[in-house]
């Protein structure tokens, strides 16, 4: 800290630095001015109005009553938190289900926040993975204790006709077992099912080869998961957006389709 006895004092926070020239210290004056500018366009522009009121909706949802509630997992009976299972995976479904009721359009449940030291759907067969006994006894287990009790609870409130449930992953699970004794990533062929939405339940719309390695009849797409998505909740999948340039671009890609089997 400078000493203001001293007869050489000066205050360090108004000089610059002694190793910025004046050459470099111009040029920063001038990368602030470029700032400053950039500010003030964004400012008056329409993004800079969608960000206030984001931050506004945010502001409205952390400091809403009704928000806070439909989180307030003490409200429900013992029996049902019970239902759906006293871990992070059955609790999520049953916040889930809460916030349906309050009105929340778009939901998104992680199985796990990460896959590292934890019994996970990563099952590798290695540490810091899970092995297969570890998903078979585990994992699956209360999956699928919390995602029939999400279905049954929304059936049974009145909810599941006009709520799509969507389980998606981004790959499935070699056929062969590897040398650790676990499955690796494996993106040719895995499972995604529906409920609800318009769903009718019970069907299973193609088939794999015999160890699950390709698909053998009836295969989907990603995009043919979204055009099912688009088309449970009325959009139109022939529909076009409007995109930059005034060039419009189709809600799903040409020749991408929804699973009507589905629906039917």
């Given at each position: 800290m400078a000493d203001p006895s001293k007869a050489d004092f000066k205050v360090p926070?108004?000089?610059?630095?002694d190793h910025i020239g004046t050459t470099r210290m111009s040029r920063r004056r001038r990368m602030r001015d470029i700032v400053d500018k950039t500010v003030k366009l964004f400012e008056a522009s329409e993004?800079?109005?969608?960000?206030?009121?984001?931050?506004?909706?945010?502001?409205?949802?952390?400091?809403?009553?009704?928000?806070?509630?439909?989180?307030?997992?003490?409200?429900?009976?013992l029996k049902v938190r019970e239902r759906y299972g006293m871990n992070r995976f059955g609790q999520c479904?049953?916040?889930?289900?809460?916030?349906v009721e309050s009105g929340v359009r778009f939901i998104t449940i992680n199985t796990f926040l990460t896959v590292f030291d934890e019994i996970t759907w990563d099952i590798h067969g290695s540490k810091p993975f899970t092995s297969i006994d570890g998903m078979k006894n585990i994992v699956a287990p209360m999956y699928d204790q919390a995602y029939?009790?999400?279905?049954?609870?929304?059936?049974?409130?009145?909810?599941?006709?006009?709520?799509?449930?969507?389980?998606?992953?981004?790959?499935?699970?070699?056929?062969?077992?590897?040398?650790?004794?676990?499955?690796?990533?494996?993106?040719?062929?895995?499972?995604?099912?529906?409920?609800?939405?318009?769903?009718?339940?019970?069907?299973?719309?193609?088939?794999?080869?015999?160890?699950?390695?390709?698909?053998?009849?009836?295969?989907?797409?990603?995009g043919d998961i979204v055009a099912t998505i688009f088309h449970s909740l009325g959009l139109d999948?022939?529909?076009?957006?409007?995109?930059?340039?005034g060039r419009p671009f189709p809600l799903v890609d040409f020749g991408e389709e929804p699973i009507r089997e589905l629906f039917a």
């Open positions: 926070d108004l000089l610059p630095p993004d800079a109005r969608l960000l206030d009121e984001n931050f506004h909706a945010a502001f409205r949802l952390m400091t809403s009553t009704q928000a806070r509630q439909a989180f307030d997992l003490s409200k429900e009976p479904c049953l916040l889930a289900r809460r916030l029939s009790a999400l279905i049954e609870d929304l059936d049974q409130r009145g909810m599941l006709d006009s709520t799509l449930v969507a389980n998606l992953s981004e790959f499935g699970r070699t056929p062969k077992v590897n040398p650790a004794g676990g499955r690796d990533h494996w993106p040719q062929c895995f499972t995604v099912y529906f409920a609800g939405g318009g769903v009718q339940g019970g069907q299973v719309v193609g088939s794999s080869d015999p160890i699950g390695g390709t698909p053998a009849d009836r295969p989907v797409g990603p999948t022939e529909a076009h957006l409007p995109g930059p340039g």
